[in-house]
């Protein structure tokens, strides 16, 4: 009970998933009950006649030996024909009763999955004489008693006419019987339209409590989408750092180190036949710089010191190439780098 208390907030939408793939969902039996008697319904008031019509004349042709001789061979034939005349009774009770089921709870197909605690006759009884097992149990009771009540008015209703009945022909029974049989589906139908509607409220309020969460829950929930915050800066660490040797192993490629001359390094390359303007291959502050410019004396590269043309070369992103309006300050340094390999 305590922890039903702490589950205080409406179900996230993710919890609400997991739930449908459960196989939890709000859904009243009653309410598919009442759509399977609507199509009983409607086939009656449009075919109810000819429904009853075509029975009796079944039940004559049967018992009058029209089918033949072998009782096996009549009974099939009059099974077929049954069937044949009851064919849009099923096929109206299925669409309806499947309608409305997409009504309630939308394209749902339940998991199949083997539960060997409903096998248990332990679980079970706990389960009858749980808080839900007894709720069942007294809603099942109520349309019990309430049903009856309703067919015995019925019955009262048209008791007398039963003698006058029995002495007809049996395609006027029939006749009298459609009704009979429509008046007491539509007392029926009312009756059951009633429960389906308290019996669907139930069931959505007795769904609605039982995903319901708790704060901490839903914190972990969130952790669980969104990543846990810890898990998150250590993840960025760590691509940081990949990205950074990534960067410096491109150092190597570099025509020259631009400097101011301690905080800040910029490594360009230019290759005049490759690239229409020199490119930020790798830039750094701090400790980055200085290894940029330990790389880069290792190999070779020499490393020029312009304190304005370094800062502002920093603030462009690797791997991207300098805007025109550097083209001379850059220029400049290059020539100067190539005069000097050329008197080398």
Same mark, same amino acid.
């Given at each position: 009970?305590?922890e039903? #208390?702490?589950?205080?907030?409406?179900?996230?939408?993710?919890?609400r998933?997991?739930?449908?793939?459960?196989?939890?969902?709000?859904?009243?039996r009653?309410?598919?009950?009442?759509?399977?008697?609507?199509?009983?319904?409607?086939?009656?008031?449009?075919?109810?006649?000819?429904?009853?019509?075509?029975?009796? #004349?079944?039940?004559i042709?049967?018992?009058?030996?029209?089918?033949?001789?072998?009782?096996?061979?009549?009974?099939?034939?009059?099974?077929? $024909?049954?069937?044949?005349?009851?064919?849009?009774?099923?096929?109206?009770?299925?669409t309806?009763?499947?309608? /409305? #089921?997409?009504?309630?709870?939308?394209?749902?197909?339940?998991?199949?999955?083997? /539960?060997? /605690?409903?096998?248990?006759?332990?679980?079970?009884?706990?389960?009858?004489?749980?808080?839900?097992?007894?709720?069942?149990?007294?809603?099942?009771?109520?349309?019990?008693?309430?049903?009856?009540?309703?067919?015995?008015?019925?019955?009262?209703?048209? @008791?007398?006419?039963?003698?006058?009945?029995?002495?007809?022909?049996? $395609?006027?029974?029939? /006749?009298?019987? !459609?009704?009979?049989?429509?008046?007491?589906?539509?007392?029926?139908?009312?009756y059951?339209? @009633?429960?389906?509607?308290?019996?669907?409220?139930?069931?959505?309020?007795?769904?609605?409590?039982?995903?319901?969460?708790?704060?901490?829950?839903?914190?972990?929930?969130?952790?669980?989408?969104?990543? #846990?915050?810890?898990?998150?800066?250590?993840?960025?660490?760590?691509?940081?750092e990949?990205?950074?040797?990534?960067?410096?192993?491109?150092?190597?490629?570099?025509?020259?180190?631009?400097?101011?001359?301690?905080?800040?390094?910029?490594?360009?390359?230019?290759?005049?036949?490759?690239?229409?303007?020199?490119? !930020?291959?790798?830039k750094?502050?701090?400790?980055?710089?200085?290894?940029?410019?330990?790389?880069?004396?290792?190999?070779?590269?020499? !490393?020029?010191?312009?304190?304005?043309?370094?800062?502002?070369?920093?603030?462009?992103?690797?791997?991207?190439?300098?805007?025109?309006?550097?083209?001379?300050?850059?220029?400049?340094?290059?020539?100067?780098?190539?005069?000097?390999?050329?008197?080398?």
């Amino acid at each position: 009970m305590a922890e039903q #208390d702490e589950r205080s907030e409406q179900a996230t939408p993710r919890r609400r998933q997991r739930a449908r793939e459960k196989g939890q969902i709000a859904k009243s039996r009653e309410v598919t009950a009442l759509a399977g008697m609507a199509g009983v319904l409607l086939v009656i008031h449009f075919g109810g006649q000819y429904v009853f019509t075509e029975m009796s #004349d079944v039940t004559i042709k049967f018992l009058g030996l029209q089918y033949g001789m072998d009782p096996f061979l009549a009974t099939r034939m009059a099974l077929i $024909k049954t069937f044949t005349i009851l064919l849009p009774f099923f096929i109206a009770v299925m669409t309806l009763a499947v309608a /409305s #089921d997409v009504a309630q709870v939308g394209f749902f197909l339940k998991p199949l999955e083997l /539960s060997l /605690s409903k096998l248990n006759p332990l679980e079970g009884l706990q389960r009858l004489f749980s808080f839900n097992g007894l709720i069942d149990f007294f809603k099942a009771l109520l349309k019990f008693v309430a049903g009856g009540f309703i067919f015995y008015l019925v019955i009262k209703r048209d @008791i007398y006419k039963l003698p006058y009945i029995m002495g007809l022909e049996l $395609k006027q029974i029939a /006749s009298i019987s !459609v009704v009979f049989l429509k008046n007491a589906m539509w007392y029926g139908f009312f009756y059951l339209f @009633i429960v389906a509607s308290i019996s669907y409220v139930f069931e959505k309020w007795r769904f609605e409590k039982s995903i319901r969460m708790s704060k901490e829950e839903i914190k972990e929930e969130f952790k669980e989408t969104e990543g #846990d915050p810890k898990v998150k800066s250590r993840i960025r660490s760590i691509q940081r750092e990949q990205a950074r040797k990534r960067m410096m192993a491109e150092v190597p490629k570099a025509t020259v180190i631009i400097t101011n001359p301690t905080h800040l390094a910029v490594a360009l390359r230019y290759r005049e036949t490759e690239m229409s303007a020199p490119k !930020v291959i790798a830039k750094g502050s701090g400790y980055v710089a200085e290894k940029i410019r330990e790389i880069a004396k290792g190999n070779g590269i020499p !490393v020029i010191e312009d304190k304005p043309l370094a800062r502002t070369l920093f603030k462009l992103e690797v791997n991207t190439f300098i805007p025109p309006e550097l083209y001379k300050a850059v220029a400049r340094i290059l020539a100067y780098i190539f005069k000097l390999k050329g008197f080398a």
